[in-house]
T-cell receptor
């Protein structure tokens, strides 16, 4: 079974803090993604990566950065947390096999910025 | 940019009823379409993936269909059970030449009443 794990289920941070969200997958997937999910807006892509040290901006990259130093790990960084970054953050990974890139999701991190 | 719509936003049915969830997308140049289930406060679980060349996929009581030309997919759930209560999301993946990311609908929240 594919497993995608996220470092925290719940986080509370202060405005201006630097926040690190970690995601690890154990299936040697090349593709990894970070989304945020907000009521009424659905899932929105922040950043994705197709290879180690490679990153691409999604639809809402402002205020975020990412790091992928190892294939299994994809980190999302909030450089200076703001209250409008309070959200549910979901990490996903996918393969490039014949099944057509099924996405597998982690359990999510609910972040509250005060 | 691809837009994915799911109607209705919420649905309540009595246990045992068959039901259909709808997903529509604006750009028919897709690579695949995936249906997910999300339980409250949790990540997404993949249910079915349909390649662009396929018309339908089945898994147990679930059947997903795809009509690319009309930009529609349906998820059919047979003999619904209270355990089916969750939010169901569809996502489409663009072809390489139109953007290689997943686009999500906002979901249909399903309640199956015992």
């Amino acid at each position: 079974d594919v497993k995608v794990t996220q470092s925290s289920r719940y986080l509370v941070k202060r405005t201006g803090e630097k926040v690190f969200l970690e995601c690890v997958q154990d299936m040697d997937h090349e593709n990894m993604f970070w989304y945020r999910q907000d009521p009424g807006l659905g899932l929105r892509l922040i950043y994705f990566s197709y290879d180690v040290k490679m990153k691409e901006k999604g639809d809402i990259p402002e205020g975020y950065s990412v790091s992928r130093e190892k294939k299994e790990r994809f980190s999302l960084i909030l450089e200076s947390a703001s209250t409008n970054q309070t959200s549910m953050y979901l990490c996903a990974s996918s393969d490039r096999g014949p099944l057509g890139e099924t996405q597998y999701f982690g359990p999510g991190t609910r972040l509250l910025v005060l | 940019k691809q837009e994915v719509t799911q109607i209705p936003a919420a649905l309540s049915v009595p246990e045992g009823e068959n039901l259909v969830l709808n997903c529509s997308f604006t750009d028919s140049a897709i690579y695949n379409l995936q249906w997910f289930r999300q339980d409250p406060g949790k990540g997404l679980t993949s249910l079915l993936l349909i390649q662009s060349s396929q018309r339908e996929q089945t898994s147990g009581r679930l059947n997903a269909s795809l009509d690319k030309s009309s930009g529609r997919s349906t998820l059919y759930i047979a003999a619904s059970q209270p355990g089916d209560s969750a939010t169901y999301l569809c996502a489409v993946k663009g072809r390489l030449d139109t953007g290689n990311q997943f686009y999500f609908g906002t979901g249909t929240s399903l309640t199956v009443i015992p």
